[in-house]
């Protein structure tokens, strides 16, 4: 398993699962990635609460941007313009599964059937079924048998070199996410980035910002943090979109036809 989260900090049900895993989590080494590109993804989008995602897509356009949006199914029923507008501003969308489940903790069955919700979710929204097939599992993690069903049904997974995991940091610690992002980049020399516009589906983000309104499930605080990351990027003289150079290397193929 590649970059192992600390596992001792786990309980010992959760360290069994994972030390059995894959997960996307790799090096730009390992995917032979040129030297200053950074690509953005975004993970468990669209997120509506507070025009997060809306918010996302106009700092995306105002630097000519193209990203990954990894979406879960149950939300991109819900924000189906969302979905429709990434893809006609030249975004990348990804299978995220279907529902808030983590891809490891499901049988063989429970997982296909996910996919393929997650994946109906995204063509119904579009209006058809989106080229090139990405999927990135939620939860980063995933067994051999999952990743053989992925591959077996034209799928091409995701994965990520950059990993601050956000998703469990509130807006008040916005630095921190901006701090480690540039670090990272700066250590390995670009990337691929992880964030989360979204947290969970909407029905259970909802609930919980309305118990705990500056929790981790808040993500407005998402856009402004990747502008600055941005701004610092480009400034440091990192190539920010270049999907045809990911696509000569073979391990992405970039389209966006339909």
């Given at each position: 398993?590649?970059?192992?989260?600390?596992?001792?900090?786990?309980?010992?049900?959760?360290?069994?699962?994972?030390?059995?895993?894959?997960?996307?989590?790799?090096?730009?080494?390992?995917?032979?990635?040129?030297?200053?590109?950074?690509?953005?993804?975004?993970?468990?989008?669209?997120?509506?609460?507070?025009?997060?995602?809306?918010?996302?897509?106009?700092?995306?356009?105002?630097?000519?941007?193209?990203?990954?949006?990894?979406?879960?199914?149950?939300?991109?029923?819900?924000?189906?313009?969302?979905?429709?507008?990434?893809?006609?501003?030249?975004?990348?969308?990804?299978?995220?599964?279907?529902?808030?489940?983590?891809?490891?903790?499901?049988?063989?069955?429970?997982?296909?059937?996910?996919?393929?919700?997650?994946?109906?979710?995204?063509?119904?929204?579009?209006?058809?079924?989106?080229?090139?097939?990405?999927?990135?599992?939620?939860?980063?993690?995933?067994?051999?048998?999952?990743?053989?069903?992925?591959?077996?049904?034209?799928?091409?997974?995701?994965?990520?070199?950059?990993?601050?995991?956000?998703?469990?940091?509130?807006?008040?610690?916005?630095?921190?996410?901006?701090r480690k992002v540039i670090r990272k980049l700066e250590k390995w020399n670009g990337g691929i980035i992880l964030l989360h516009d979204g947290r969970d589906s909407h029905s259970r983000r909802e609930k919980r910002v309305a118990k705990l309104p500056h929790s981790s499930y808040d993500r407005s605080w998402i856009p402004e943090t990747v502008e600055e990351i941005?701004?610092?990027?480009?400034?440091?003289?990192?190539?920010?979109?270049?999907?045809?150079?990911?696509?000569?290397?073979?391990?992405?193929?970039?389209?966006?036809?339909?």
């Amino acid at each position: 398993m590649h970059n192992k989260l600390k596992l001792w900090l786990l309980p010992p049900l959760l360290l069994f699962l994972l030390s059995s895993c894959q997960s996307i989590n790799r090096s730009g080494t390992d995917l032979r990635l040129p030297p200053a590109l950074v690509f953005f993804s975004f993970d468990d989008g669209p997120g509506g609460h507070d025009d997060t995602t809306a918010r996302l897509l106009d700092v995306l356009k105002k630097y000519e941007i193209r990203a990954l949006f990894c979406l879960l199914g149950e939300n991109a029923e819900y924000y189906p313009d969302l979905v429709k507008r990434m893809h006609d501003e030249g975004h990348y969308l990804v299978n995220h599964g279907y529902s808030e489940k983590h891809a490891y903790r499901m049988n063989e069955v429970e997982f296909t059937n996910n996919l393929v919700r997650g994946a109906e979710a995204i063509s119904s929204a579009l209006g058809f079924e989106p080229n090139p097939k990405l999927y990135r599992p939620h939860g980063g993690f995933y067994h051999s048998k999952q990743e053989k069903i992925c591959v077996d049904n034209g799928y091409i997974l995701v994965p990520v070199t950059v990993r601050v995991y956000d998703a469990v940091i509130a807006g008040e610690e916005r630095d921190v996410v901006v701090r480690k992002v540039i670090r990272k980049l700066e250590k390995w020399n670009g990337g691929i980035i992880l964030l989360h516009d979204g947290r969970d589906s909407h029905s259970r983000r909802e609930k919980r910002v309305a118990k705990l309104p500056h929790s981790s499930y808040d993500r407005s605080w998402i856009p402004e943090t990747v502008e600055e990351i941005i701004t610092v990027l480009l400034e440091k003289g990192f190539i920010l979109d270049n999907p045809d150079v990911l696509t000569a290397i073979g391990h992405f193929n970039f389209s966006t036809t339909e």
